[in-house]
């Protein structure tokens, strides 16, 4: 009988059993010196495909699991991945390039990402743009020599409230100042991270004399 | 101290409150859920969100209430709940709180809202961005998981619902419930013609309700203390309840502030966000995030509430006040957000996709000084194209802040453009891509 199910390819618990079940062997990859995406991932890819009665709906949190293997998405992972999804590869490709949060080249070690809409433009947020390019040396979507930082101007974060801001990989900096910047750079260089980043966000917090009321 | 009772902010403003189980627990916490799974019946619970008035708090507005019994009732299959936790329209920044500080009132919510509405499962859509926010969502599904108020079987009473985490990857369109679900579905967010509308045909084609994170951490509350309670509250009988206003740009305080809804702008800016940061007066604010149009001063005494600020010619919107100081260019603000739009125009309509691209080289041509007095009518007819014309409502969103800038600031634009006139500037030259 037709059913939606055969049509958007749902999930079968023999997939993810199957996937589950090492060695890939239906699986064949041309650089078989390496361990492939799929084999490296093989837990947490089953646990994501588990998720969702639809296998398409994985696609996005794979691609995750893929960027942080490699720092960007390599187009062999994207085809492991249509493979698996039973996707063609432009359908990975045409969702990959619509988000912008995937990289299709490989970036520097610290990813700064400087909001520059209006909210934050508001308070400064050009200014903080032009101190990472003089003190970087780089233009927004470049990289430095030494691979460590790449700057990308973007839209909107959702810290409107707490601007300018940047996002650094995963982590949001608020409230910038050129100090505060300076920092958090040289803090980056010597350890890889800084204390400086944003926890759980509240803003305002709560004055001593509020608290407890 | 605020004048009147906190509801959503009200646990985490408590000294060590960290938002795990335990403290969420010992204020009261999953007693609404306790008292409901197996006692009050789905449709009843419906019934009581219905009462109060609880309106979406995304952006539209709709009445919760009346969103769930949309759903077919005699259908028999999966049903899906989606948390909209995109959070992209700029000017916004609440429900990022409301998640990394007190993650199981939205959880509650969640599971009261799978229960009536008959879902087992919940996925949550969170912006990409906020790596941290997924992260605590992730613990506390996990806490909550252990405890028996998410899963199989919650409480003993037989009732199933799985919440899920499913992170965004930097699309504003996104928030929008139809591009959500197609996104949630593995492909690109572009919006889908309505109808058939979620309620039939959501989430893999199954009955699917999308509601924001703010509407959903309302739930517990109305269900413990009554929708009589909650209908008081704000300006009824249309805007009931709470609000979590996010104020930014140029004043003292900025930040999340819950206010009952109906208080006036000029309370809120001056009173809560501590007024202008300088000496310089106001001299712009937006009500309801970067798709409401802007408002002037003489605006600084309606009530904001969905039908107060809709009459001032704005819209509530998703509750982000932006305000602009004196000596802000209007030319300049309004392309900055004009920009925004036009990098996250998904293209799906043409109107929206090359509207955006012209708006913004239109736009970048008189802040320039290099532009016609003509440009002022192009924009207009430009803007008049776009609005209504388009799948979702982006189309009117993006014209919002040039048709209400030339609107009440007309004069910045035309003085540019008589600078360039002076300058003999007139030749348009290509001002480079958008």
Known sequence: ?213 | MPKHELILLKNMMQPGYTGSLTDYEKTGGYQALRNTLGKIAPADVTTIVRKSGLRGRGGAGFPTGVKWGFLPKDYQGPRYLCCNADESEPGTFKDRQLMERDPHQVLEGIVLACYAIGSETAYIYIRGEMVLGSKILEQAIGEARVAGYIGKNILGTGINVDVWVHRGAGAYICGEETALLESLEGKRGLPRIKPPFPATHGLYNKPTVVNNVETLANLPHIITRGPEWFAAIGSPPKSTGTRVFCVSGHVKRPGNYEVPMGMTVRELVYEYAGGMRSDKPMKAFIPGGASAPFLTPAHLDVKLDFEHVAAAGSMLGSGGVTVMEEGTSMVWAALRLMEFFYHESCGKCSPCREGSSWLVQTMRRILAKRGRMEDLETLLDLCKNIAGRTVCAFGDAEVAPIQSTLKHWRQEYVDLINEAEAANLIRPEPVGKP
């Open chain 1, 1 to 213: 009988m037709w059913s939606w199910g055969s049509v958007i390819g749902e999930t079968r618990a023999a997939d993810i059993r199957s996937l589950a079940a090492c060695p890939l062997r239906t699986y064949q990859h041309q650089d078989c010196g390496r361990m492939t995406f799929l084999e490296k991932y093989k837990d947490e890819i089953a646990d994501i495909l588990s998720r969702y009665p639809v296998m398409r709906s994985a696609l996005i949190p794979l691609l995750y699991v893929a960027q942080r293997d490699q720092g960007y998405v390599t187009e062999s992972a994207m085809q492991e991945i249509a493979q698996l999804l039973r996707l063609t590869p432009p359908q990975v490709y045409e969702t990959i390039t619509f988000y912008t949060m995937f990289n299709l080249k490989p970036v520097g070690k610290f990813h700064i990402q400087v909001c520059k809409s209006l909210m934050c433009a508001l308070v400064g947020s050009d200014t903080v743009i032009e101190w990472i390019k003089v003190k970087l040396g780089i233009a927004s979507g470049e990289s430095t020599a030494d691979g460590l930082f790449s700057l990308s101007v973007v839209e909107c974060l959702a810290a409107c409230g707490t601007g300018p801001m940047m996002q650094i990989n995963e982590d949001y900096y608020e409230q910038l100042t050129e100090g505060k910047l300076d920092r958090i750079l040289a803090d980056l260089r010597s350890t890889g991270t800084s204390p400086l980043k944003s926890g759980p966000f509240m803003w305002p917090e709560p004055a001593p004399s509020e608290r407890g009321a």
